[in-house]
């Protein structure tokens, strides 16, 4: 009954309208979809800037004792853990965290360069190394997703535009996808 009226309904409107309405439904989708990534995205640099924060925190309170009885932070040295392989290291980075499973890791590095810099590298070395951009999982001056098999790997580049340092986080998140059934 409700096909059979939609379907009359149709016939009765003329090409225009249907194609209007047709364009208005797609176009609400399409911000919807939108505005849920964008709230994602949101949500999860929120956590990402947190932890960052709180890292800072405890890595001040790193302290080595030097040989002239001062202590000084320890600078220039990789915590412990491991590179996500496949992965070509930007030059000078320095791993100061890392966390990880069988499934998933993340790993997150301090370099003295900029952020559009960094973006560049990281987009010319990972389509190199065959992995493929998911354009629509990519912010493109934010996030960049790659997908290669079953591993998806997001790059995500900070640089504080007041350090005067101009230290940079990158930050690596791996993680081990099932392929969707088609």
Known sequence: MFFHRLKERIKSMGKGKLLFRIMCVLMSV?????????????KNRQAIKKYLEKEKEQKQLIFAESQEGKTERTKGKDVSGEDISGIVRYAGMVRIFYAGDEKSRMVVYEVKAAKA???KFYKKEMSSGGWKEDKELSLK????TYIKGNREVQIMVNSGKFNKNKIATVVFLSQNVEKQQE
Do not use: N
């Open 30 to 42: 399409f911000f919807v979809i939108t505005v849920f990534k964008v709230v994602w995205f949101l």
């Open 117 to 119: 810099e960094l973006l």
């Open 141 to 144: 001056k934010q996030v960049l």
